[in-house]
T-cell receptor, first 110, second 113 residues
């Protein structure tokens, strides 16, 4: 089993809709969780981090963490064409390494 | 404030050639990392350096060596390039604390023919 699994995508949503991205992980020792956005040909950029169970909101983005179920998600509300990118789930365990999922590509249709 | 700077941006090598990818950060971060990214594979960790003076293998270290030259610089060396090492390479840095995210450089696109 891969350490970090993301829903395979691609995910296509109409403009203004909610995009829902999911990520599961295998290491129960994982402490910190991150969502990165990567535009084609560019480097990943951090959009959200979450460390405690529950929801964390930042503008149109909401991250949700459930450590008991080993599950972290990202909701993008009021999706815009500029949100079209690949979203990478990442987590850090106790040994400083950051492990990434394969990414989910989101396309927002105008 | 440049953040994380990688050189070169593009490189083409022939099989068997060697090269060093350079990375420098100006954020005074303790930890530095090298990842490779291949289509459909996400980012895979090659080597990392939790702090100056230490280096550790990641998920895919074979065929690579690293040097943590000082707190700012972390280089990745390919001694004998192979076509399987064709990839995009990202350097990143972070604070030592577990809650700290990674900050990425702009990447190096390497092609081995």
């Amino acid at each position: 089993q891969k350490e970090v699994e993301q829903n395979s995508g691609p995910l296509s949503v109409p403009e203004g809709a909610i995009a829902s991205l999911n990520c599961t992980y295998s290491d129960r020792g994982s402490q910190s969780f991150f969502w990165y956005r990567q535009y084609s040909g560019k480097s990943p950029e951090l959009i959200m981090s979450i460390y405690s169970n529950g929801d964390k909101e930042d503008g149109r983005f909401t991250a949700q963490l459930n450590k008991a179920s080993q599950y972290v998600s990202l909701l993008i509300r009021d999706s815009q064409p500029s949100d079209s990118a690949t979203y990478l789930c990442a987590l850090r365990s106790n040994d400083y390494k950051l492990s990434f999922g394969a990414g989910t590509t989101v396309t927002v249709r105008a | 404030n440049a953040g994380v700077t990688q050189t070169p941006k593009f490189q083409v090598l022939k099989t068997g050639q060697s090269m060093t990818l350079q990375c420098a950060q100006d954020m005074n971060h303790n930890s530095m990392y090298w990842y490779r990214q291949d289509p459909g594979m996400g980012l895979r960790l090659i080597y990392y350096s939790a702090s100056e003076g230490t280096t550790d293998k990641g998920e895919v270290p074979n065929g690579y060596n690293v040097s943590r030259l000082n707190k700012r610089e972390f280089s990745l060396r390919l001694e004998s390039a192979a076509p399987s090492q064709t990839s995009v390479y990202f350097c990143a840095s972070s604070e030592l604390e577990g809650s700290s995210p990674l900050h990425f450089g702009n990447g190096t696109r390497l092609t081995v023919t």
